[in-house]
C-alpha cells in the first residue's frame, strides 16, 4: 500500500467531512435545524438548456451517445469552448488550444503535472483551496504558501516576488476567490505578471501562471480581467460545476492558449498528463451538452439574495467579513483566535461553516452561501446567539 495515499484517504477533506456531518445530524434532528454552510454545491439548478440538451443527445444511436471520444474532448465541444471564449475576450482560440477534463480538479492536475518536475515549487495564494497541496505534492512538487493582503485579500505582489526563486515553476490563483470572494482586480494581476516576468528572467525559465477560474461567471458587479492578455505564461482552468450547477457531472476543461511561447509543445504535455494520470476522455454526454449550453448565463440573483441577507444578518449581529465581490463564500472573522474552537463553538448552535485552518489560515470561518435562502434566513438566531456567547 502507498502510505502517502493512505494518508490522503485516512485524513479526509474536512469540508467533506463537515457536509457529511451536517447529513447525519439533519437525520437526526430535522433538516431545517441544521445550517449546513460547508460544501460549494449550487443549490440553483442548472439551466433548462441543459436538461433539452440532454434529452436531445438521448435520441443519438447508444453506441455514438456512450462512445468514448478523442482523448481531449470532442472537436465540436472544443471549438464551441474557444468560439464562446473569443466572443467574450476578443482572442483567436481554437480547439486545439483545449482539453476537456473530468472538472477542475482534473483541470488542475493536469496542469500541475504538464507544467512541474518533481522537486519543483508551486506558489499558493493563502487562504486557498485546500485540494491544491494534495495536487501539487502529488506532482511531487512543494507547496509554498504566500498570504494575500491581510485587508483585502488580493494578491500581495511583493510577498509573492519574496517567495519564488529559481525552484518556483509555477503560481496558482484562484479569482473569484474560494474561500474568500475577492475577485483580483487588473491592478493586482499586472503587479503579479510583472514580478513572475522579472523572476523567469532572474532564472532562465518560465514561471507559470496557472488561473482556477470555476467562479469566472459568479460576480456581483466587479470585472474579471481575461489573464492570458496580461501575462503571456498563463494556463486557465475551468469548470462547469459551478457556473452550470453541475458540480457531480464532472467537466470542464484547461486551455493552454496559442499565444504563449510554446502552446504547441505545451499541449502535448497536458494531453500527456491526462493520459499519465487516466483522465481521458471527458464525460461523454456532458460534452455533448457543452457544445448547446456554453453560453447559458448563470443563475447569480439567487446567490446574490443571499449574500445580501447574509451579510445584513451577519453584520446586525457584529460580525465582521470579507464583502464579496463573487463566488459564493463569506469569509468570517471568527470571534476568538482559534477558528477550530470557534467552529465547534458554531456547531452547538446547528451552525456549520467550515474552519479557516482547512484554508491554511488562522482565525475565520468560510460560510459557503449556495443554499437555499431559507437555510440563511433561518440560521440568523443561532448567527447572533453564538455571538451574544462572546459578548
Ligand atoms: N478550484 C476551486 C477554487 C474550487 O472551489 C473547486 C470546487 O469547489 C475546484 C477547484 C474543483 O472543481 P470541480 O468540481 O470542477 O472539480
Not at 508551486?122 to 493582503?149: H, K, N, Q
Not at 516576468?197 to 514561471?207: E, I, N, T, W
Not at 448547446?292 to 439567487?302: I, Q, R
Not at 447574509?310 to 467579513?321: F, H, I, M, P, S
Amino acid at each position: 500500500m502507498n502510505e502517502t495515499m493512505y494518508a490522503y484517504g485516512a485524513a479526509k477533506s474536512a469540508i467533506r467531512e463537515i457536509s457529511a456531518y451536517a447529513a447525519a445530524r439533519k437525520a437526526e434532528i430535522g433538516a431545517q435545524n441544521v445550517f449546513d454552510f460547508s460544501i460549494g454545491n449550487p443549490s440553483v439548478p442548472a439551466p433548462e438548456a441543459v436538461r433539452a440538451s440532454i434529452e436531445r443527445a438521448l435520441e443519438l444511436p447508444p453506441t455514438e451517445l456512450h462512445g468514448y471520444t478523442p482523448a481531449a474532448g470532442l472537436p465540436a465541444a472544443r471549438a464551441a469552448v474557444a468560439a464562446s471564449l473569443n466572443r467574450r475576450f476578443g482572442t483567436a482560440y481554437t480547439a486545439a488550444d483545449l482539453y476537456l477534463t473530468v472538472g477542475a480538479a482534473a483541470s488542475l492536475s493536469i496542469s500541475l503535472h504538464a507544467l512541474t518536475n518533481p522537486g519543483d515549487e508551486v506558489v499558493v495564494i493563502a487562504p486557498y483551496f485546500p485540494e491544491y497541496r494534495v495536487w501539487i505534492e502529488v506532482a511531487g512538487c512543494t507547496c509554498v504558501e504566500v498570504s494575500a493582503d491581510p485587508e483585502t485579500f488580493q494578491v500581495d505582489a511583493a510577498a509573492v516576488a519574496a517567495a519564488v526563486g529559481p525552484r518556483t515553476r509555477a503560481v496558482i490563483v484562484n479569482s473569484p476567490n474560494n474561500p474568500t470572494g475577492a475577485v483580483y482586480t487588473r491592478a493586482t494581476l499586472e503587479a503579479l505578471a510583472q514580478v513572475l516576468r522579472d523572476a523567469s528572467a532572474a532564472h532562465g525559465q518560465p514561471v507559470y501562471l496557472i488561473c482556477d477560474e470555476p467562479y469566472r461567471e459568479i460576480t456581483y458587479g466587479a470585472e474579471v480581467p481575461w489573464v492570458p492578455g496580461i501575462y503571456e505564461h498563463t494556463v486557465v482552468c475551468y469548470s462547469y460545476s459551478k457556473s452550470l450547477s453541475l458540480p457531480g457531472e464532472r467537466i470542464g476543461w484547461v486551455l493552454v492558449p496559442n499565444t504563449m511561447p510554446d502552446a504547441e509543445r505545451l499541449m502535448a504535455a497536458v494531453a500527456g498528463a491526462g493520459r499519465a494520470l487516466g483522465f481521458v476522455c471527458a464525460p461523454a454526454l456532458f460534452q455533448r451538452v457543452l457544445v448547446d449550453c456554453v453560453d447559458e448565463p448563470s443563475d447569480v440573483a439567487a446567490y446574490a439574495r443571499n449574500r445580501e441577507a447574509l451579510t445584513a444578518g451577519l453584520a446586525r449581529a457584529g460580525y465582521t467579513y470579507v464583502e464579496p465581490d463573487g463566488a459564493f463564500y463569506l469569509w468570517v472573522r471568527a470571534l476568538e483566535p482559534d477558528a477550530e474552537a470557534f467552529f465547534a463553538r458554531a456547531r452547538a448552535h446547528e451552525l456549520l461553516p467550515v474552519p479557516s485552518t482547512s484554508f491554511g489560515a488562522p482565525g475565520w470561518v468560510r460560510v459557503s452561501y449556495c443554499v437555499p435562502y431559507e437555510t440563511i434566513t433561518g440560521s440568523l438566531p443561532a448567527w447572533e446567539a453564538l455571538a451574544a456567547e462572546y459578548r
